[in-house]
């Protein structure tokens, strides 16, 4: 027995497999795109053209260990008709000098992408590009001290403003009171 083989309907199903083939390979290429897309939306959705700037021109500027002076930047970041992005606060009882460079320098901080470097400041209000873990952490213990601090403050107000209409029985040399001493504590002023 002899068999005859279709050439006919060879070539259809070859054709079939090769278009089969394609449209896989164009969904692919179409699922790449997207995602391509979403990457670039999702880096870039988080900041305003403004905060993009000094990203760039700290990234463009880096030198090891420069710290870029708060008039630097507000000096060289600027959009493309050369118009400054910034404003220097020039009132001399307003410890920033740009406020919005700060709130800028948080904003970036904040945002998550690959793209942000993370950027620290000094304490006279520098700023630069984080080098090294390093470099990070000793700027976070920096920061982390100062809310430390306030947080200790704030826990004696909360511990001193128990003692309102609490009444004292001992002097602060540990000495018992008597009766005709004893008096209630008030602590808020209106009350």
């Known amino acids: 027995m002899t068999q005859q083989i279709d050439l006919f309907s060879a070539s259809v199903c070859d054709y079939e497999e090769e278009n089969k083939v394609k449209e896989q390979q164009r969904q692919v290429a179409l699922r790449i795109e997207k995602l391509?897309?979403?990457?670039?939306e999702f880096l870039t959705k988080n900041l305003t053209p403004r905060q993009h700037r000094l990203v760039d021109f700290l990234e463009d500027n880096f030198q090891n260990g420069k710290y870029?002076?708060?008039e630097e930047i507000v000096y060289c970041v600027r959009d493309k008709e050369d118009n400054p992005y910034y404003k220097l606060n020039t009132n001399p009882r307003v410890h920033d000098k740009c406020a919005v460079l700060s709130s800028d320098i948080r904003a970036i901080n904040w945002a998550i992408g690959n793209r942000y470097s993370i950027i620290v400041k000094d304490k006279k209000g520098s700023a630069k590009l984080c080098e090294?873990?390093?470099?990070?952490?000793?700027?976070?213990?920096?920061?982390?001290?100062?809310?430390?601090k306030k947080?200790?403050?704030?826990?004696?107000?909360?511990?001193?403003?128990?003692?309102?209409d609490t009444m004292v029985l001992i002097n602060l040399n540990d000495r018992a009171l008597?009766?005709?001493?004893?008096?209630?504590?008030?602590?808020?002023?209106?009350?």
């Open 178 to 191: 008597s009766e005709d001493e004893y008096e209630f504590v008030n602590v808020y002023k209106g009350e």
């Open 151 to 164: 947080y200790q403050y704030l826990n004696n107000l909360v511990y001193k403003s128990s003692f309102h």
């Open 68 to 70: 870029f002076t708060i």
């Open 36 to 40: 391509k897309q979403e990457r670039e």
């Open 132 to 148: 090294s873990q390093k470099e990070f952490d000793d700027w976070k213990d920096e920061e982390k001290a100062k809310i430390d």
